[in-house]
């Protein structure tokens, strides 16, 4: 989703991990960290095909918010003006198992 805040267009994209009562995040939160055995990483795309990491774009916005359940939620922001110019952008979350 795309959102205005002091005139500046950010990417935002928020998600739901789970709260890991056996340890802190290692890395940036919110961006690209290891959590409870599973490593995050927020990653942008102009095609869908060729997906970049978006650590040193990505900003995670407060801290997560406790859901209630055992699970938070992060929401992260990109400057749309850091990404190239395109005519779409597209944002996902990869997750895999820690090495």
Wanted: aromatic share 10%.
């Amino acid at each position: 989703m795309v959102v205005k805040d002091g005139g500046t267009d950010y990417l935002e994209y928020s998600f739901r991990h789970r709260a890991d009562p056996y340890g802190e995040a290692i890395g940036t939160p919110g961006v690209e960290f290891t959590l409870g055995g599973l490593f995050y990483r927020v990653e942008v795309s102009g095609d869908l095909v060729a997906w970049s990491s978006a650590a040193g774009l990505a900003t995670a916005q407060g801290v997560p918010q406790a859901n209630g359940d055992g699970t938070v939620t992060v929401r992260i922001r990109i400057p749309l003006a850091a990404l190239p110019m395109g005519d779409q952008q597209f944002i996902r979350l990869h997750v895999s198992l820690t090495p």
